[in-house]
């Protein structure tokens, strides 16, 4: 049904692509074999089609598109890749595809799950094989052409519903950590589940990013938000064909619809009423 939908819309797309070309920024997670559907992991052949398509176009790292997009009007669509989490198999399964069709790519890193100390509650409390990327995996990657580390908190918690100093800490401290580890600057940070109200907006500037992304779906322009860049999903459902529709922004109405709902129900669930909200910062 959403892909009739979203095959009916693509001209309209296509015809914004072509008036008003923008930066797509893709969000994967996980690029491993699984036995069951998980809408975080991408098959490794899934995503060979799904690079092996995005090479056809200009894809360009964080760092350069969203140069481009502020110098002024693009002349065609860019694409930018990134992964959330920092799961191993980013660098097992992801970067010789990656590498293959010369892709470049942001990895969003957790610091405890770098640690080994946490990992991501989707798969289970003791997964039976180690899930995410150790520092020295992250210090390997990060030397890997065309790619960069950013940041995606120290825990991975609802950064919306905790205090202002933790909140604080998962934003400033996770990106020190990661710079100490790297040697380098971070320059990007990714909230997790894409939740942010506007005091997370306030400390991803005072903590020093250049850029954040978001789960909002979209595309980026001129006048974007640096601070909530929009991201498309993809997923193991995307085959060539809707994975076409998908960077073409046919999907786009469609997306923002249910973003616009599941931001209602999380604003309902955790932020009012505000009192308990208050009770849990304090
Ligand atoms: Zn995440």
């Known amino acids: 049904m959403r892909r009739l939908l979203a095959t009916a819309l693509l001209p309209y797309a296509q015809l914004r692509n072509t008036l008003s070309p923008g930066l ?3 969000m994967y997670h996980r690029v491993a074999h699984l036995a069951a559907y998980d809408q975080l992991t991408v098959s490794p052949a899934r995503f060979a089609q799904q690079m092996q398509e995005l090479s056809s176009h200009k894809v360009v790292s964080l760092e350069d598109g969203l140069r481009a997009i502020q110098a ?14 920092g799961y191993l198999d980013n660098l097992t399964e992801a970067l010789p595809i990656l590498q293959r069709y010369r892709i470049p790519a942001t990895i969003f890193v957790t610091t405890q799950f770098c640690d080994q100390a946490l990992s991501h509650p989707r798969y289970g409390s003791q997964p039976t094989e180690r899930l995410h990327l150790n520092w020295d995996e992250v210090i390997a990657l990060a030397r890997s052409p065309g790619i960069t580390i950013g940041s995606h908190t120290r825990t991975h918690p609802y950064l919306p519903t905790i205090s202002d100093a933790l909140a604080q800490q998962e934003i400033a401290t996770s990106r020190s950590e990661i710079a100490a580890h790297l040697q380098q600057p971070v320059q990007y940070f990714c909230y997790p589940s894409g939740d942010l109200s506007p005091r997370e907006l306030q400390l991803v500037r005072q903590a020093g990013y250049a850029a954040a992304v978001s789960v909002a779906p979209g595309v980026n322009r001129r006048d974007a938000d640096l601070f909530q860049l929009k991201r498309t999903e993809i997923t193991d459902r995307d085959d060539v064909s809707q994975f076409r529709l998908k960077i073409a922004g046919a999907f786009d109405p469609i997306h923002r619809l249910l973003h616009a709902r599941r931001t209602r129900r999380f604003a309902q669930k955790h932020l009012k009423p505000s009192a308990s909200f208050e009770a849990t910062t304090l």
């Open 24 to 26: 797509r920024v893709l």
């Open 72 to 85: 002024g009007p693009l002349r065609k669509p860019l694409f930018a890749v990134t992964f959330d989490d």
